[in-house]
Each structure stands twice: as C-alpha cells, then as structure tokens.
C-alpha cells in the first residue's frame, strides 16, 4: 500500500458550509455536530427519525412476524403501495394488460422512493440525488457539501442550483420525504433483526480527487486531520455512496477510501428491497460528516 499524499492547504479559505456542518436542529434527537463527527461513527449510538416508526406502527408489527429478509422486503413494498398510491410497476413488478386496478389502464405514477433511488444510481449529481440530498438536510441536519460543483456559500451559484433542483416539483409530491423517512427506518429494522451481532460495516469508496494538488473546484473530500501516513478523517457528503466490495470501489477512482461506518448511518444498501436499484455495484447509501478514513492507490 501506498502513503496517502499531502493535502495542501495553504492560500484555502475553510468553506462556510464545511466548517458550520449543519443545522442546530435535526428529526434524530442527536446534536448535530455530534452527528457529524468522526466520535459519533466510533461510538455507533443507534438513530430514530422521530415519529416515522409511531405513525407506522402497523408496517413494523407486520414486519416483525416475517421470516425472512426477502418476505420482509415485499411487505415492506406492499405496505408503500397501498400507503402511498404507488404503482405496482414503481416497485419494479411487470402486470400483464387488463391486470390493472379497476381495469384502468392509465397509469398514474407519484412520487417515488424508488424513483428517486434509482435516479441516485444514475447520478447522484441529479434532480434526483439532490432531493435525497435534502432529505439528509432535513432529518439529519447536515448540509451538502457537493452537488455537481462544491457547496461552499450558502450565497453561491452552486448552493442556489442544489436548492432548486432539492426542491423539484417533478419529486415534492405524495409525502416523499415521509416515504423516504421508512425507507431508512426500514433499512435500520432489517439491519437489526438480520444482523444482530454486528453495529457497523466496513465499506469502500473509490475517488480521484484524493490528490497532493488538489482542483480547488473539484475537491470533494477535504481532509480535516490526518492521523498517520494513511488513515484520515475526510468530511463526506451529507449523503454518500459506499460499495460492499472494494474491487467494484476502484472501479471508480485510484484511491480508495475505507471506513467503519455504523448501522445508524446506513440508508439503504443492495438486498434492501426486492426491486434491488443499488444492486449491480453492491452499493450503500449513508450519512455522511467527518469519517476516519484508511486511504490507499488502488
């Protein structure tokens, strides 16, 4: 393994929207410099989006009589179809004609958890992955750090395009942030109950912006302190992609960045749903703040 190189930082004003992390105030009842903070991931404290599981309490008492992870990921589907209005085909289920409700054969689509998954896959630089982005604003209390450009002034051009595009009408629709907000509820159940043993997991990142002289534009993981020649703590976005696999993360960027991240972090992950969006690069979706990193080439 090779010694991660220096980050220079001299002449680099600290952006205001790194430095500040977040809103005073979150959905999770946990301070959110603490949530941010590379402290909270090793202590691996548990998280709750207050009020999602008690408006739902139906969901978690079907999903507590499931046996297996697979029977629990069609009545979790089946509960936000019903819930939500989604069609079948959102959840990615094929229906043969005349098989729709009532014979209808419109279709009519509504915002979706799915949809908006399956967007991040794409481009997590999106309409989409700015939505989810603001999602993880609202519940977890952490700003963006990137969207397309770095956010560094809440004043800035780039800031000013994340918002309007995090506030896309086209997404808005049928309590998305509510839909979203089961999703990671969900993901925190089946973690829980399928892998009680363990609290975190280790996952994998692939970047190229991890240089000794940096594109001040394109510097998305800013180093904040470096423990050793190759362990660091990077702030990541509010809302990051991870691999389960460290050969797919290189796929991806000459370095890879390795990291313990907590059960608590974890938004969804490949095997989550039977529609499985994220499972072709075995890909997790997390909180992001301050991680203590372990960096290498590739």
């Given at each position: 393994?090779?010694?991660?190189?220096?980050?220079?930082?001299?002449?680099?004003?600290?952006?205001?929207?790194?430095?500040?992390?977040?809103?005073?105030?979150?959905?999770?009842?946990?301070?959110?410099?603490?949530?941010?903070?590379?402290?909270?991931?090793?202590?691996?404290?548990?998280?709750?989006?207050?009020?999602?599981?008690?408006?739902?309490?139906?969901?978690?008492?079907?999903?507590?009589?499931?046996?297996?992870?697979?029977?629990?990921?069609?009545?979790?589907?089946?509960?936000?179809?019903?819930?939500?209005?989604?069609?079948?085909?959102?959840?990615?289920?094929?229906?043969?004609?005349?098989?729709?409700?009532?014979?209808?054969?419109?279709?009519?689509?509504?915002?979706?958890?799915?949809?908006?998954?399956?967007?991040?896959?794409?481009?997590?630089?999106?309409?989409?992955?700015?939505?989810?982005?603001?999602?993880?604003?609202?519940?977890?209390?952490?700003?963006?750090?990137?969207?397309?450009?770095?956010?560094?002034?809440?004043?800035?051009?780039?800031?000013?395009?994340?918002?309007?595009?995090?506030?896309?009408?086209?997404?808005?629709?049928?309590?998305?942030?509510?839909?979203?907000?089961?999703?990671?509820e969900f993901a925190q159940w089946s973690l829980?109950?399928?892998?009680?043993?363990?609290?975190?997991?280790?996952?994998?990142?692939?970047?190229?912006?991890?240089?000794?002289?940096?594109?001040?534009?394109?510097?998305?993981?800013?180093?904040?302190?470096?423990?050793?020649?190759?362990?660091?703590i990077v702030t990541l976005n509010n809302l990051?992609?991870?691999?389960?696999?460290?050969?797919?993360?290189?796929?991806?960027?000459?370095?890879?960045?390795?990291?313990?991240?907590?059960?608590?972090?974890?938004?969804?992950?490949?095997?989550?749903?039977?529609?499985?969006?994220?499972?072709?690069?075995?890909?997790?979706?997390?909180?992001?703040?301050?991680?203590?990193v372990r960096a290498s080439y590739y």
């Open positions: 393994m090779t010694a991660v190189p220096t980050l220079v930082r001299a002449g680099k004003t600290e952006p205001d929207i790194v430095s500040r992390k977040g809103h005073s105030t979150n959905l999770v009842g946990v301070p959110t410099g603490l949530l941010a903070s590379d402290a909270f991931n090793r202590a691996r404290l548990p998280l709750r989006i207050a009020g999602a599981r008690e408006s739902n309490s139906g969901l978690f008492k079907m999903l507590d009589r499931v046996g297996s992870a697979g029977d629990a990921a069609e009545t979790f589907a089946a509960y936000m179809e019903v819930v939500f209005g989604l069609h079948p085909e959102q959840r990615g289920l094929e229906l043969r004609d005349g098989a729709r409700r009532g014979g209808d054969s419109r279709r009519r689509y509504r915002s979706s958890y799915i949809r908006l998954i399956r967007g991040w896959a794409h481009d997590s630089n999106g309409p989409e992955g700015a939505v989810l982005k603001g999602w993880a604003e609202s519940r977890f209390g952490l700003f963006p750090t990137y969207h397309k450009a770095p956010l560094r002034r809440f004043s800035s051009p780039a800031w000013m395009r994340y918002v309007e595009e995090k506030m896309c009408s086209r997404f808005h629709g049928n309590a998305i942030f509510g839909q979203l907000d089961l999703v990671y829980a109950r399928f892998q009680p043993e363990a609290r975190c997991r280790r996952l994998y990142r692939g970047v190229n912006d991890f240089d000794e002289h940096p594109i001040v534009d394109f510097d998305e993981h800013p180093i904040v302190e470096r423990l050793d020649p190759r362990t660091v990051v992609s991870f691999s389960g696999e460290r050969d797919i993360a290189g796929c991806f960027g000459s370095y890879i960045l390795e990291a313990d991240v907590p059960f608590s972090k974890i938004v969804f992950f490949n095997g989550l749903l039977s529609a499985a969006p994220l499972a072709g690069e075995s890909e997790y979706l997390a909180i992001g703040g301050d991680y203590r």
